[in-house]
């Protein structure tokens, strides 16, 4: 392999790049919009959801039950109905997502019987927040009525004791559980994928189509060379590309980062290896820009996506699927971006998903190598 | 039958600016009905931007075009409607059939009915291709298809005809058969219209127009142009080697022009040199070249291009 | 004479339609070679294989005594390939072109500069070097492709209808650099579809549905013309051409621009086809022998009729 022909290469690489403003956009604009979108976009918590209130009562009572909803940043009292008839309309068009029902009857059924009944209702068309939406509402009304229950038992000169048995959830890695904090370090591997595989999906293709491939494989220069000369530059500005992304997540976003840098620049390189590999591959086999591009976003943004865990979480998947995902290569990416960033771990206690990278990289890297002829049939 | 009594086209003074590149400047010219004129000249000289005024397509920005006595600027409908037009690059649709071929550009030219099955008839006639109606079109050979181009190009029975490179790279037996077929069509009263930068496709015009850099430099016959647009005697010298020969040639005092000819040197001549034969063996002998052979060449079609192109300085390349 | 490029028996075939049948030919040190005929006789598949960048189905050649099929990459240093297609990078420039192939074939910087400076001055490209290519006329691209590809010094080079598209005045610029290398001792292998262009080779390879059927020099080509062709000037070319058909001797009759050229066994036919076209009152100019183009003899060796000595 001679350098300076790796050299010429990649330089021209470079240029062509740098005077494609689609490439340019692909390299420098793609990560930040990205970012951007999957940051704010993709947000599993459900905050300020929308809620209607009716409240048939309309005492102090029923009142302070009310606030301790408007007091939670998961709810938003945006109205307060006048008839059970506009529960309906207020959900068709959207205004709330959950109805609170106050019953006429409610201090008084509870002062008698010490039980109450409020009615909730969820809007369930996103089944997910809906679940989420009673979960939370559970909550607030618990606090509420451990509150009822101890100013009653008070009253009645009975010392208050705490519950016998109460759950005391910690929650580590992510405390203040943000799924954004989960979400986005999964980010980094997506705009990765996306960006060198389609990159260099088209480096190749793009010499077969306007023909100067014809004069390429005439001249000395070997498929190894090629290959290093064509993936380098898109090597240096992956790893630019991956060093916006961390900028967003630390500066923007403020996910926390825990974990060493160099951490991330060995699993990122060999990342890239293996994305570069990839749409280098697609490349050589399919010939026409246009398709190579399409099989190259097949190939990352889907898998990636729906099954590598940067959004969804592995362990809830079907069993089927779950062993899918053992063949996306990202799935080990991702695992390692979320322990560098969240857990701090090190390279020692990730060894087997590097290990399983650097196989992809090795193995993708050698089809690449082997898959250029130096010939035109 | 070449006289150009019932003129079909008349260019008189026309011009064309592009803010102010000048595409046209100041062009006229005539094709008489039944006529062959090429137009000749280097890419970007102007040639179809003057096809495409022709056609109403393009508006000059001065000077006036006449085609069968209506006023392209006024009535371009009118015009287009009588015109026919050919390249090697014509669209044919490849999966469909020749007869399917034929009947969407009579459909795009509005030949409906009885009056089409004539004209599929007539076109299928004078292309060559009765029997072959229900093969697909891009089954066919080059020179097959490019007589199904010609056939979609008059199947509306156009008095005038462009025809844009329509042989290049095509083999000579089908080429001589194409222009076979284009002398038949002028014979019928159709005027055509060549535009090309080959010679050899030059040669089957009746006339032709040299263009270079908008401007009409000249007009004749193949046969005029080659005796008389040269304004010189073209030798040919043959002799060895050749790199001293044509160092030699450039010191002769009618020389105009030196250059290597596959294995003998073409030297362009000031007319007005009067034995010139005799002078320049003299004059090689006096150099201490001898063994060589001289002779009289006749110039071709490609010498009066080069000569009276090159002859124009060439901005234009530089500017665009 | 000592050959530096050898074929024997190439043939390739795709799919069921034979490109290149068993053509074989010799081309000596210095020479220019023509590979001519019309599209699809398989100038360009002929190409390809010589240059190592396609694989023959059978048949055997060499470049240098390099076997080009079995050692390709020992071949590419010498050799120069410019394909069809215009095969540089548009969005590059001049400068940019030249020195990427310098640096693919390890030219040494000053080599580089130098040859550039040469090649360049010789085709008026001097003051386009900084130009992208994709913004040059069709005949400077196809001269910026030459100067790549000689920008290594090749000892032979093979040129695949280097003239598709370009001016007459940009192809005579490129042929004064072609006969320049010819007499630095470079081998030429060019392509054309353009028969006139033949004219200007050494010898020729006339080619016809991937069959090689004449492999001489124009004028021995010429000298295999049987009888001779006939110039009648005149303004009633359709009549010349009815009177003169039917005659003895009369092989042929085109329509030209200006008249007909008649193909007959023997000059010597010139005063009986006068006399045919007095005898009608036929106006003419004159009826004189002229030269045959190599379009002539591609249609009287190869067309219908001709006995194909093949």
Sequence with gaps: ????????????????????????????????????????????????????????????????????????????????????????????????????????????????????????????????????????????????????????????????QPPALVVQSRVWFNEDLESRNFIIPGVVALVLALVGAQLTSLTIAREWERGTMELLVSTPVTPMELLVGKLAPYFVIGLLDAGICLAFALVWFEVPFRGAFTTLLVTTSLFLVVVLSMGYLVSVTIRSQVGASQIALLLTVMPISLLSGYAFPIDQMPAPIQAITYAIYARYYVTILKAVFLKGSGLAALALPVLALVAYAIALAWLAARAFRKRIE | MNAPAAAEIVVERLQKRFGRFVAVDEVSFEVGRGQILGFLGPNGAGKSTIIRILCGLLRPSAGSVRVDGIDVSRDPEAVRQRIGYMSQKFSLYADLTVAENLRFYGGIYGVRGAALGARLRHALDIAGLA???????????????????????????????????PTSGVDPLSRRRFWDLIHDLAAGGVSVIVSTHHMDEAEYCNRIALISQGRLIALGSPGELRRHALGGVLMRVEGHPLERLLERLRGFPATRDVAVFGNAVHVLLDAAAADDEAALRAFLAGQGVADVHVDRAEPSLEDVFVQLVGAQPREREAVR | MDAVVRASGLAKRFGGVVAVDGIGFEVSHGEIFGLVGPDGAGKTTLLRMLAGVMAPDAGAASIDGIDVVAAPERLRERISYMPQRFGLYEDLTVDENIRFYAELFEVPPAQRRERAARLLAASAMEPFRRRLAGQLSGGMKQKLGLTCALVHAPRVVLLDEPTTGVDPLSRREFWRILYALRSEGVTLLISTAYLDEAERCDRLALLQDGHLRFCESPAELRARMPGALVEVASTSPREVRAALAPLAGVRSVLLVGDGVHVHVDNAARVPQLEAALSERAIAFDAARVVMPTIEDLFVALLGPGAQAAA
């Design chain 1, 1 to 160: 392999m001679k350098l300076r022909r790796v050299r010429a290469i990649a330089l021209k690489e470079l240029l062509q790049t740098w005077r494609d403003p689609r490439s340019l956009m692909m390299a420098l604009l793609v990560p930040v919009m990205q970012m951007l979108l999957l940051g704010y976009g993709v947000n599993l918590d459900i905050q300020h959801v929308p809620v209607c209130t009716l409240d048939e009562e309309g005492s102090f009572f029923s009142q302070a039950l009310l606030k301790r909803f408007q007091a939670s940043r998961y709810f938003e009292l945006v109205e307060a109905l006048k008839r059970p008839g506009d529960i309906a309309g207020a959900m068709d068009q959207g205004r709330c997502r959950l109805a609170l029902v106050v019953p006429a009857d409610f201090s008084r059924t509870i002062a008698q019987t010490s039980h109450g009944t409020l009615q909730a209702i969820v809007d369930a068309t996103d089944d997910n927040s809906a679940a989420l939406a009673t979960a939370y509402a559970n909550a607030v009304i618990a606090g509420f009525s451990a509150n009822v229950q101890a100013v009653a038992m008070q009253r009645q000169g009975l010392p208050v």
């Design chain 2, 131 to 165: 029997g072959r109606e229900q093969q697909l079109a891009g089954t066919l050979a080059g020179g097959w298809k490019q007589r199904l181009a010609l056939g979609c190009a008059i199947l509306h029975a156009p008095h005038i005809l462009f025809l844009d490179e």
